[in-house]
């Protein structure tokens, strides 16, 4: 029997999910799997998610903006996805039942692992731009990985509170983007989980000197690759590492839970994946 996962999202098109995980089962011969994406609109999400079997699923990657809804019908969840309350990756259990978790935040990590492997979590404080989703899974991730203190920059202070305060970060502070120089000083890592610097968007502009040399800098963004906010910090000596590392390892133990193989993330993925960005 076929062992079908999909990708749900609305809008779901853009969604580079298939090219990665279909390149996988190519590469590693896994017979009889599939995997495609399935458009969702936001009524009745909800119900989708919890009858995947039913339309012929084993699993799915769930994205925008329907992972927040997946946490609430699934039964079942790891402890990030509890922590996020938000679940990106539905696996069948042996029983049939299925488990929401959560990879954004093991991905993000485990680029920067591969990228810039002397960068440690518990060099310095982490900066972390914008509070929504992103910016949840990559604080509890940094957090886990050891860094001593998260500080959060972001336009509304409101939301960045709310976000220490759900997932309960134990050594947390929110900066108002007036006070980002602040935020920067002493600081071992930057990362942007904003829209800022994606194509169209404007770029991220604060001074960026007050953040120590040693420290690494990082976007989620990848359209474009480089973005203004990654530019800057390499040529003022920053070591940098772009964002397309996340989303081909935050595929990886999904893939593993479905099909039994863990994929790795080599250059010709990368390379395949930046083939569909430019020709797009
Ligand atoms: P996701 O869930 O994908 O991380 P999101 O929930 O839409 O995305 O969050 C986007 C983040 O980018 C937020 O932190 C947002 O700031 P606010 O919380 O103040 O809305 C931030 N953001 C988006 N556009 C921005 C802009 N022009 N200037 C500053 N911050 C911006």
Not at 142 to 167: F, H, Q, S
Not at 219 to 241: C, F, M, N, Q, S
Request: net charge negative; charged share 20%; hydrophobic share 45%.
């Amino acid at each position: 029997m076929t062992r079908r996962v999909c990708v749900i999202g609305w809008p779901v098109a853009h969604s580079r999910s298939p090219l990665i995980h279909n390149h996988w089962i190519a590469e590693y011969g896994v017979e009889d799997a599939e995997y495609v994406r399935l458009a969702v609109e936001p009524e009745g999400a909800g119900d989708k998610i919890l009858n995947l079997a039913s339309l012929g699923f084993i699993g799915a990657n769930v994205t925008v903006p329907h992972k927040e809804v997946a946490f609430a019908a699934l039964g079942r969840h790891d402890a990030v996805a509890r922590r996020l309350k938000a679940v990106n990756t539905v696996v069948t259990l042996a029983d049939g039942s299925l488990e929401g978790r959560n990879t954004d935040g093991y991905g993000f990590i485990a680029n920067l692992k591969d990228r810039a492997p002397s960068w440690r979590a518990d060099a310095g404080p982490a900066v972390i731009l914008g509070a929504g989703g992103a910016a949840r899974a990559i604080a509890a991730a940094l957090e886990d990985e050891g860094a001593p203190e998260i500080r959060i920059v972001n336009r509304t202070a409101g939301r960045a509170e709310a976000l220490i305060a759900d997932l309960g970060l134990k050594s947390a502070k929110v900066f108002p983007l007036a006070q980002t120089a602040m935020a920067l000083e002493g600081a071992g890592l930057l990362v942007n989980t904003t829209t800022l610097g994606m194509k169209g968007e404007s770029e991220v502009s604060f001074d960026l000197s007050p953040l120590p040399k040693s420290a690494l800098v990082t976007d989620i963004v990848y359209t474009p690759l480089e973005t203004g906010l990654l530019r800057r910090a390499r040529e003022a000596g920053h070591e940098v590492v772009d964002g397309l590392g996340m989303l081909l390892h935050q595929a990886v133990p999904g893939f593993e839970a479905w099909f039994g193989v863990r994929p790795e993330v080599t250059e010709e993925l990368r390379q395949l994946v930046l083939a569909d960005i430019a020709g797009k």
